[in-house]
């Protein structure tokens, strides 16, 4: 089955500064790579994802970078601010289900 | 506005006991899923299931069982519960392969 692996597992930046979380994965079929975000006792919700015929993807401060050859993908924060604080999960997966890394605590130091 | 929504929200049962925990969604989709998440290990699929009649075994099944009721219900159960099935539950809904998945709010659950 599919092992993803992310890195950092926790990350202190300054406000204002960039953020990169890196993750990889070892299943070739895999071919869609969500990024969730959940704050403190909330629910997971999406922030970007990208399928394997793109190599990136930008959603005005977050960006999101696929390398299928070397099997990773990373997420990229730009213009970090305190709210961007919370827990961030990578995944990939083909057609049946997602396999999740184990996640990056991002703290953003005001 | 369409959600997911988990039932309860909170649980503190004793071992041996079973447990039932309820998903329902508005949203019309197909696609549901059950998740375990413990802290350091991120989100780990127990069970999903495509439809009414097609359910699957995720990376975790051992211990669990799943009913999907409805399209719109899909139930997750502890036979005899065991204390390192202390976690939190997530129930997610897909519209299909590749789409993004929508969680509900979990529930927490503590077996002493």
């Known amino acids: 089955g599919e092992n993803v692996e992310q890195h950092p597992s926790t990350l202190s930046v300054q406000e204002g500064d960039s953020a990169v979380i890196k993750c990889t994965y070892s299943d070739s079929a895999s071919n869609y790579f969500p990024w969730y975000k959940q704050e403190l006792g909330k629910r997971p919700q999406l922030i970007i994802d990208i399928r394997s015929n793109v190599g990136e993807k930008k959603d005005q401060r977050i960006a999101v970078t696929l390398n299928k050859t070397a099997k990773h993908f990373s997420l990229h924060i730009t213009e970090t601010q305190p709210e961007d604080s919370a827990v961030y999960f990578c995944?990939?997966?083909?057609?049946?289900?997602?396999?999740f890394g184990s996640g990056t605590r991002l703290q953003v130091q005001p | 506005d369409a959600d997911v929504t988990q039932t309860p929200r909170n649980r503190i049962t004793k071992t041996g006991k079973r447990i039932m925990l309820e998903c329902s969604q508005t949203?019309?989709?197909?696609?549901m899923y059950w998740y375990r998440q413990d802290p350091g290990l991120g989100l780990r699929l127990i069970y999903y299931?495509?439809?009414?009649?097609?359910?699957n075994k995720g990376e975790i099944s051992d211990g669990y069982s799943v009913s999907r009721q409805a399209q719109a219900k899909f139930s997750l159960s502890l036979e005899s519960a065991i204390p390192n099935q202390t976690a939190l539950y997530f129930c997610?809904?897909?519209?299909?392969?590749?789409?993004?998945?929508?969680f509900g709010d979990g529930t927490r659950l503590s077996i002493l």
């Open positions: 949203k019309g989709h197909d696609r």
């Open positions: 997610a809904t897909s519209t299909g392969d590749n789409q993004p998945q929508h």
């Open positions: 299931s495509f439809d009414v009649k097609d359910i």
């Open positions: 995944a990939a997966g083909e057609w049946r289900a997602l396999t």
